[in-house]
């Protein structure tokens, strides 16, 4: 056993002078270099999430809420940012109100963002530093709340002041 300890450090030794590494060595590398990607992804997308719900409320000219987001196994982000309708904008205290959630998946790309509402499944490309090719994204959630509320009924509840309208889940 002895001989082959000592045969075990020979190797080691050999190994480490020459730089080669093992088998599993390799893997757990490669997994230390994927986890680092995802990181580096992951704050990357965050960023740009804040950057889109940023400029969503210059656009809105609102608030905008995140009221969640999460990473698929694919790397996209899921977030879902809401805004809060009232039927009297000056007084929201007063007035029950909806709170209209759009559901958006981002995955980045080489040279750009992917942006895709569900469930339509549409999706727009946008250049973090383009503005303007921010606009048609919001363009098409205006058009997609508007579209929500024309012919549907709004559920009236005194007792609460607020409801939740998943924006093209709920009819």
Known sequence: ??????????????????????????LCQVYAQARQASVESIEVCQGFAETFIAQMGLYFQCPIEIPSYSFDEQGS??????????????????????????????EKYEDCFGVTLFPWEDSFQIIEN??????????YIFEKVKESYANSMIAVNNN?????????WDS
Do not use: W
Not at 83 to 89: M, S
């Open 160 to 168: 609460t002041n607020k409801s939740i309208r998943n924006l093209g």
């Open 1 to 26: 056993m002895g001989d082959f300890l000592k045969s075990c450090s020979a190797i080691k030794a050999c190994k480490r002078i020459m730089n080669m590494i093992s088998k599993y060595e390799e």
């Open 77 to 106: 982000m899921h977030f879902y940012p809401a805004l809060t309708l009232y039927a009297d904008p000056l007084n929201p205290d007063e007035q029950q109100s909806e709170l209209v959630v759009v559901s958006i998946a981002l």
């Open 130 to 139: 383009e503005v303007e090719t921010f606009t048609p994204v919001y363009d």
